[in-house]
């Protein structure tokens, strides 16, 4: 299997800066926390849980990225037919199911959050939503690669 190094290391880069971008808002969460306590401190106390979900979700998030960096140097190094590439894959499955739960986990704080406030949690919750279905989708993918993967994998013992 020959891919060329190009593809590769354009994938790594694409890598590299959505995991600057994560630890961009790591760094500017707090942030913008303390200034949402300040002019809603009546409500400041929901802000917990939705800390605990962003963050929770930018490490998911980190971990999956580093496993797709790593599948990517086992594609350069024309290893992709291994245990490595399939854990790979397992993790960033398992990743892809926390990122959901954490994104329920939000909606279901933001609802409670409308019921104190009043407020209409209508284009949050769409969004949510909308990051579930694309974290959906990517599962999916990751799913069919492992399968055919794996049977590759249970094959390959028998033919040498």
Known sequence: MNVKRGSTTFLKVIIFLA????LASCIWLPVIAVRDAKVH???AYFLIPFLVCSYGFC??????LY???KLLTYIENNNVFSELSLKSLKIIKICAFTVIFLILLGIVSLKVL????????AGPISLSLMGILATSIITAIVDALQKPLKNILELKPEND
Not at 59 to 64: K, L, M, P, Q
């Open 41 to 43: 401190p009546d409500t």
């Open 59 to 64: 490490i998911a998030f980190s971990v999956a």
């Open 67 to 69: 496993q797709s960096y």
């Open 19 to 22: 995991g600057i971008a994560v």
């Open 114 to 121: 409308a019921k104190v406030t009043g407020d209409d949690p």
